[in-house]
């Protein structure tokens, strides 16, 4: 790429990525979504970054697929290679669901189509009062339903109003998506990028096998089949998290009233 089209820096144990995009809305090209990718892709319980904070560059977190893009590139192509594309998008969401890292998203202006999945696979979203949601599919003649939107929305917002922005790809606004639990905040972005900070900082205070359990139990909790089967994991984490060193540290840190030295062990 002759720019950037994902910035990465990582410090203090928090990886913050920058969908480089500007002058395209942050519209999710061939080389941002392999960068995406295989970012996610490569995460893992040894990897320097502990908390990943997703933001984009510019005016919008991301406008969806680049439509000219697409455009540039010709023909269409044939199915296979369509389906290849396809999954190649949906990768970067089961990435993004399958990696230890918690996940917080920064949302200003547009999140449409792929940016509306980019935001919903992430473990916390903040928004400016600008931000706008949609899932554009449905706008270009395809399902409303892609990329892992039609699985999240309705488990965030309940299936009526799932259905309500899915079937009609119309606009949420930041109001709405407070009021309905979709974002955790609304404010400024300035304000949003110190809180997404704090937040990371917040996290960081946890032991990392403590976040890594806590970020996987959240997610397979919402499809679990039953209280029991969501109690009988939390008690196999939290044995689990008994055995280490880290649970010893903890112990002490909270009777000596001071900050834990986590170690990873």
């Known amino acids: ?7 990465v820096a990582e410090a203090g144990g928090v990886a913050w990525l920058t969908l480089n995009r500007p002058n ?75 990696c230890p890292q918690p ?61 309500e922005y899915l079937l009609t790809g119309r606009f949420m606004d930041a109001h709405r998506a407070l009021t309905l639990g979709l974002v955790s905040q609304v404010a400024p972005l300035d304000a949003l990028r110190q809180e997404a900070a704090v937040l990371a900082a917040e996290m960081l205070q946890a032991s990392p096998l403590g976040l890594r359990l806590t970020k996987d139990a959240l997610s397979l909790a919402v499809d679990a089949p039953s209280l029991e089967a969501v109690i009988a994991l939390e008690d196999r984490n939290q044995v689990l998290c008994t055995q280490t060193e880290d649970f010893d540290e903890g112990i002490a840190a909270f009777v000596e009233r001071r900050a834990p030295s986590y170690k990873g062990r």
Not at 1 to 7: G, K, T
Not at 38 to 54: D, G, T
């Open 24 to 98: 395209r809305l942050n519209a999710l090209n061939a080389s941002l979504i392999r960068a995406l990718r295989e970012y996610f892709q490569s995460l893992n319980s040894r990897s320097p970054a502990r908390v990943v904070v997703l933001r984009g560059e510019g005016r919008a977190f991301c406008a969806g697929l680049d439509l000219k893009d697409q455009q540039a590139l010709g023909p269409r192509p044939g199915v296979v290679d369509i389906l290849e594309q396809q999954q190649g998008l949906r990768d970067i969401m089961l990435a993004m669901r399958r």
């Open 103 to 163: 996940i917080i998203s920064v949302v200003q202006g547009a999140a449409s189509g792929g940016g509306f999945a980019l935001a919903l696979a992430s473990d916390v979203r903040l928004a400016t009062p600008d931000a706008r949601f949609n899932a554009a599919f449905i706008r270009l003649g395809l399902s409303g339903c892609d990329a892992g939107v039609s699985y999240f929305l309705p488990r965030m917002v309940g299936s009526s109003v799932a259905a």
């Open 1 to 7: 790429m002759a720019v950037e089209e994902l910035e």
